[in-house]
């Protein structure tokens, strides 16, 4: 075994045993998402949705849109809906939209299941966009850092297991 060399033992600030430093940082990452997107599922359903006013509005409005694309037939659903959506007025119409794209996916029947739909796959979306744009503008740290301060902010505390508007608006500003 004398041509045979041992390989050489490298530590390029590897945190975890036999994983590159951003490849840890990626699954921690990861992880955490995992781990926050639970934590909300846990409390929207531990709080029935926690709607407001508003919200239960949105929710009633999404659900109406949904029945009157539904009673058009199933060729004019689109344009029915889409049309439905066109006469939401002052609001922006992205949680009608949404809640209503989920009556069409998952039913009308489970209305918790359709709360949780319209709550936490939101929040999903948002922490997925936080994290590309962290990590696009600081690499695998950065989208890091970006989560633990969404997932910190006061206002994601107060407000997060809420189905709310500005989910979506802060999305559109991304």
Known sequence: MQGRKSPAISNSG???????????VDVLTGLLAIVILGLLAGLVVSRKGNL?????????????NARFALGAGPLLVVPRAID??????PKPPWLVAWIEFGVHAIGRRNVELLILFSA???????MVAVIFIGRWLRGPWG???ALVCLASSPLSLAFGGKVMVETYLALWVL
């Open 120 to 126: 936490v796959v939101p929040y999903a979306f948002l």
């Open 84 to 89: 439905r959506l066109l006469l939401e007025q």
């Open 14 to 24: 590897s945190p975890a045993a036999g994983l590159p430093a951003d490849r840890f």
């Open 52 to 64: 407001a006013w508003d919200d239960a509005d949105y929710l009633r409005r999404g659900l109406t």
């Open 143 to 145: 989208g890091l850092f």
